[in-house]
């Protein structure tokens, strides 16, 4: 993966509402819990479903949204499908009434994750965010920008991925992070924790990822 799979943000043109409506942020509300899952999501997978799936059940969220991100600044998205299809693709496979599937990043013009978490922290004062990644991410999230700030400004949830178990606990960020680490059977108040504070979860995992997906396709 990349060091931060955050997105630089064109500028929007005028646009209809039918147009723009995977740019709009979903439902909220002061005291609900939100999961945040973000990724390119190309293509979105039910490694992605069953990821928030057991978010939202073990750690007791209201909401899981996929933050499709407009495309990583630091890779040639020449061949990246549009933001819009990617959405669509995603809300069809998630096809759940408690994941929301936006790509809320166009339009908040943000190009890292931390920044991206301000923003949604500023427009949706109350709301619990917990910030969901796979453990692959955490074995290289030292690398992303601003991670210690990402750490303090929202309790992180870390979903056990094939081949990267070991790995990720033993990273740089995991090791500054060891400190804060929740029990596993802490998970359902993870939502409410003061940050840092972060979890991880193990469980059913899929052996599906985007890039396997794409490679296959690129076969076939």
């Known amino acids: 993966m990349s060091p931060d799979p955050r997105t630089s943000t064109p500028a929007l043109p005028r646009a209809s509402h039918a ?4 740019l709009r942020l979903p ?22 479903r069953m990821a928030s799936l ?45 994941i929301h599937v936006t790509g809320i990043e166009a339009m908040l013009r943000t190009r890292y994750t ?3 978490l301000r923003a949604l ?3 949706c004062p109350g709301v619990k965010f917990v910030w969901i990644m796979g453990s692959d991410n955490l074995a290289g999230f030292h690398r992303w920008n601003e991670w210690r700030a990402i750490a303090r400004m929202m309790p992180i949830a870390v979903i056990d991925r094939p081949g990267s178990t070991h790995s990720s606990v033993a990273s740089p960020a995991a090791n500054w992070l060891s400190r804060w680490r929740m029990a596993e059977s802490q998970a359902a108040a993870i939502a409410h924790a003061r940050p840092p504070a972060w979890i991880f979860l193990h469980g059913r995992r899929s052996e599906l990822s985007s890039t396997m997906l794409r490679q296959q396709a690129q076969s076939d």
């Open 121 to 123: 922290k500023r427009r």
């Open 114 to 116: 931390a920044d991206t």
């Open 27 to 48: 439902p909220h509300a002061p005291g609900l819990r939100i999961g945040l899952f973000g990724g390119t999501f190309n293509p979105a997978h039910d490694g992605h």
């Open 19 to 22: 147009a723009t409506e995977h």
């Open 54 to 98: 057991t978010a939202l059940r073990r750690l007791q969220l209201d909401r899981v949204w996929w933050l499709v991100t407009p495309g990583n600044p630091l890779k040639d998205n020449a061949a990246l499908p549009a933001l819009a299809q990617r959405v669509r693709f995603g809300r069809k496979l998630a096809d759940h009434a408690r």
